[in-house]
Nanobody, 129 residues
Framework: QVQLVESGGGLVQAGGSLRLSCAASGRTVSNDVMGWFRQPPGKEREFVAA????????YYADSVKGRFTISRDNTKNTLYLRMNSLRPEDTAVYYCAADSSSLVWSGTYYSSQRSYNYWGQGTQVTVSS
């Protein structure tokens, strides 16, 4: 079992930046593909970004490409999401997720929530205009 805990959310003005962290405990996640999802108010949860075991490959939703950067530090068992040029439409609860059974990397596959078997509780990000 692995527990995922997100942190780093908060209130920021449009154009600002935040860095989210997702700390894993219980076991190493160095062999897991990991991802970030978000759920805007009143909407379905949606894909943000995913990253391979080593961090060498990443995949992003078109809406965040060029503004957000996903990264990981396997020595710290932690996943990150650097968010720049934030917009009001980025307001959402942000969740990290892990897939412990990952064998083959596909960005498209890991853009689906069904591809993950562990989830954090989420952290709120609010971007004011």
């Amino acid at each position: 079992q692995v527990q995922l805990v997100e942190s780093g959310g908060g209130l920021v003005q449009a154009g600002g930046s935040l860095r989210l962290s997702c700390a894993a405990s219980g076991r190493t996640v160095s062999n897991d593909v990991m991802g970030w999802f978000r759920q805007p108010p009143g909407k379905e949860r949606e894909f943000v970004a995913a990253i391979t075991w080593s961090g060498m490959s990443t995949y992003y939703a078109d809406s965040v490409k060029g503004r957000f950067t996903i990264s990981r530090d396997n020595t710290k068992n932690t996943l990150y999401l650097r968010m720049n040029s934030l917009r009001p439409e980025d307001t959402a609860v942000y969740y990290c997720a892990a897939d412990s059974s990952s064998l083959v990397w596909s960005g498209t596959y890991y853009s689906s929530q069904r591809s993950y078997n562990y989830w954090g509780q989420g952290t709120q990000v609010t971007v004011s205009s």
